[in-house]
């Protein structure tokens, strides 16, 4: 192994360690491996040193990551450079630049491939993967003065903490930051004290860690039940579903705590949670809202919501790194609220200390709050976002619907989501597969590898596509999803033969 000697700007690859093998051999346009600011470029080829083993690479045309990825391999090359490159300065991005253009400067993707499902796993910039990296080397460089003191960590999480309260219009004492919606879901649940006879209310359009949530929790808490109603469809106008909780809160009494989805997952239902918390309350019934797909995507006002507890994830539609979500908690219930992992803050004096993220696990997520919305803000804000991606997402479902020859789902427009669609696939798929998950699987696990992403589910007979539009997607995507599931209209037989196993 080579010494690990510091790499000064433009140092060529003796000065990266090779642990055995050859030196990198050339590749297209290859002109030499020069490490400039901490970035190992490869010819045309940049790539990008995060943490171990880990590289995150910026796509150049014409050279294919694979063959960098063999050739680094091949090489074994580990790269010891500490320095991150210095990030590009935020400016305001016009909305005549969303779409590939953005994706080009912004985020990093696998060549020709359309991803249209921001509404599960959410696209991290570039920049924002940066700084949380240099978040890491910063607390690597001193882990006891970073997790020990208030100027390391902690200070940094409630900076976050901050501008995140102001975003979501709520006091920052009413907000903590946990891995996801699901954890936030369970911790609500564990600390709400039920009595026996309560009831527990979803609906058949809950998402499946939340219905698992509660049915856990009735399994554990003798005496509690819970309480499912199907949402009938179609949705014409939206009383008509604020009326479907209405008449399943009156139809059995004991609801204590009823279970809201501001956006519903699978089926990208808006719904009407203001006037549903403010009946329950007339009620004294408790309101959770799961607002896994609202921040980036609604305006959110917490305190105007009034929710007694609303969770949120922020790696979908707010740019975060994954495993970044938070709890809002009413003030009235920040006594009872306590952190699912009992640890050496559980028994503090206020919320917000309780909550302070654990030293063990990776919190960097939730540091990089502020960043992200920065970088939300910069390509002009919500009302900007909101506007262009409504108006793609409703011009594909549309030709996604004619093409296909079949529907959009059937709600009307002021309770669907902004940013997601449901769109019928074509009835040569639904005759031939059974209307399930599993064929779901399959015919995602198809699409996925022909190039192009959207989430297939059952629903109310039938499988619809869900597709979903960020400031990242063109109209070309959904061109491409379009022709892709026409393809595999003709190559049923060999969906129905993908194996989705894995060996343990």
């Given at each position: 192994?080579?010494?690990?000697?510091?790499?000064?700007?433009?140092?060529?690859?003796?000065?990266?360690?090779?642990?055995?093998?050859?030196?990198?051999?050339?590749?297209?346009?290859?002109?030499?491996?020069?490490?400039?600011?901490?970035?190992?470029q490869?010819?045309?080829?940049?790539?990008i040193?995060?943490?171990?083993?880990?590289?995150s690479?910026?796509?150049?045309p014409?050279v294919?990551?694979?063959?960098?990825?063999?050739?680094?391999?091949?090489?074994?090359?580990?790269?010891?450079?500490?320095?991150?490159?210095?990030?590009?300065?935020?400016?305001?991005?016009?909305?005549?630049?969303?779409?590939?253009?953005?994706?080009?400067?912004?985020?990093?993707?696998?060549?020709?491939?359309?991803?249209?499902?921001?509404?599960s796993?959410?696209?991290?910039?570039?920049?924002?993967?940066?700084?949380?990296?240099?978040?890491?080397?910063?607390?690597?460089?001193?882990?006891?003065?970073?997790?020990?003191f208030?100027?390391?960590?902690?200070?940094?999480?409630?900076?976050?903490?901050?501008?995140?309260?102001?975003?979501?219009?709520t006091?920052?004492?009413?907000?903590?930051?946990?891995?996801n919606?699901s954890?936030?879901?369970?911790?609500?649940?564990?600390?709400?004290k039920?009595a026996?006879?309560?009831k527990?209310?979803?609906?058949?359009?809950?998402?499946?860690?939340?219905?698992?949530?509660?049915?856990?929790?009735?399994?554990?808490?003798?005496?509690?039940?819970?309480v499912?109603?199907?949402?009938?469809?179609?949705?014409?106008?939206?009383?008509?579903?604020?009326?479907?909780?209405?008449?399943?809160?009156?139809?059995?009494?004991?609801?204590?705590?009823?279970?809201?989805d501001?956006?519903t997952?699978?089926?990208?239902?808006?719904?009407p949670?203001k006037?549903i918390?403010d009946?329950c309350?007339?009620?004294?019934?408790?309101?959770?809202?799961?607002?896994?797909?609202?921040?980036?995507?609604l305006?959110?006002?917490?305190?105007?919501?009034?929710?007694d507890?609303?969770?949120?994830?922020?790696?979908?539609?707010?740019?975060?790194?994954?495993?970044?979500?938070?709890?809002?908690?009413?003030?009235?219930?920040?006594?009872?609220?306590?952190?699912?992992?009992?640890?050496?803050?559980?028994?503090?004096?206020?919320?917000?200390d309780?909550f302070?993220?654990?030293?063990?696990?990776?919190?960097?997520?939730?540091?990089?709050?502020p960043?992200?919305?920065?970088?939300?803000?910069?390509?002009?804000?919500?009302?900007?976002?909101?506007?262009?991606?409504?108006?793609?997402?409703?011009?594909?479902?549309?030709?996604l619907?004619?093409?296909?020859?079949?529907?959009?789902?059937?709600?009307?427009?002021d309770?669907?989501?902004?940013?997601?669609?449901?769109?019928?696939?074509?009835?040569?798929?639904?005759?031939?597969?059974?209307v399930?998950?599993?064929?779901?699987?399959?015919?995602?696990?198809?699409?996925?590898?022909?190039?192009?992403?959207?989430?297939?589910?059952?629903?109310?007979?039938?499988?619809?596509?869900?597709?979903?539009?960020?400031?990242?997607?063109?109209?070309?995507?959904?061109?491409?999803?379009?022709?892709l599931?026409?393809e595999m209209?003709?190559e049923?037989?060999?969906?129905k033969?993908?194996?989705?196993?894995?060996?343990?």
């Amino acid at each position: 192994m080579t010494s690990r000697r510091g790499l000064r700007n433009k140092e060529r690859v003796d000065y990266v360690a090779l642990a055995s093998g050859p030196k990198l051999p050339k590749l297209p346009s290859h002109q030499g491996i020069v490490v400039v600011q901490g970035v190992v470029q490869v010819g045309d080829y940049k790539c990008i040193s995060y943490c171990f083993d880990i590289l995150s690479f910026q796509f150049i045309p014409h050279v294919h990551k694979e063959t960098v990825i063999a050739a680094l391999v091949t090489a074994s090359v580990v790269i010891m450079a500490t320095d991150g490159t210095e990030r590009k300065p935020l400016t305001h991005i016009p909305a005549s630049e969303f779409g590939r253009e953005l994706l080009r400067a912004e985020f990093t993707q696998r060549p020709n491939y359309a991803n249209c499902n921001c509404g599960s796993y959410g696209h991290v910039p570039q920049r924002i993967i940066q700084a949380q990296n240099e978040f890491v080397k910063e607390r690597e460089l001193d882990p006891d003065n970073w997790y020990r003191f208030p100027e390391g960590e902690e200070s940094k999480y409630f900076r976050a903490v901050r501008r995140l309260s102001e975003f979501l219009g709520t006091d920052k004492n009413n907000l903590v930051m946990v891995e996801n919606v699901s954890t936030g879901v369970t911790t609500v649940l564990r600390s709400i004290k039920f009595a026996a006879g309560d009831k527990i209310l979803i609906n058949s359009h809950t998402f499946t860690a939340v219905e698992y949530s509660v049915e856990h929790l009735v399994k554990i808490t003798p005496g509690i039940e819970m309480v499912s109603f199907d949402l009938q469809l179609p949705i014409n106008k939206q009383v008509d579903l604020i009326d479907q909780f209405k008449r399943a809160i009156e139809g059995n009494p004991g609801i204590r705590v009823v279970m809201l989805d501001h956006i519903t997952s699978s089926s990208a239902i808006l719904t009407p949670v203001k006037p549903i918390i403010d009946w329950c309350h007339e009620r004294d019934i408790l309101v959770v809202v799961d607002g896994a797909h609202a921040a980036g995507q609604l305006p959110i006002n917490l305190e105007e919501i009034g929710a007694d507890y609303y969770l949120g994830n922020l790696h979908k539609w707010l740019f975060a790194p994954r495993g970044c979500s938070f709890i809002y908690v009413q003030p009235k219930h920040h006594d009872w609220t306590y952190p699912l992992v009992v640890a050496h803050n559980h028994f503090k004096d206020t919320l917000a200390d309780r909550f302070l993220p654990s030293a063990t696990r990776d919190n960097t997520p939730y540091l990089v709050v502020p960043e992200c919305i920065d970088f939300h803000n910069s390509t002009g804000g919500l009302s900007v976002i909101y506007e262009r991606n409504q108006a793609l997402v409703t011009a594909a479902q549309e030709m996604l619907a004619a093409a296909w020859g079949t529907e959009v789902y059937p709600v009307t427009a002021d309770c669907r989501a902004p940013f997601m669609g449901l769109v019928r696939i074509p009835k040569i798929l639904e005759e031939n597969l059974p209307v399930d998950l599993h064929s779901a699987d399959l015919l995602m696990k198809a699409l996925c590898d022909k190039g192009a992403f959207v989430v297939f589910s059952p629903s109310d007979g039938g499988m619809w596509a869900r597709i979903a539009a960020h400031v990242w997607n063109s109209m070309e995507d959904y061109h491409v999803v379009r022709d892709l599931v026409l393809e595999m209209t003709q190559e049923v037989a060999a969906i129905k033969k993908i194996n989705l196993s894995v060996e343990h």
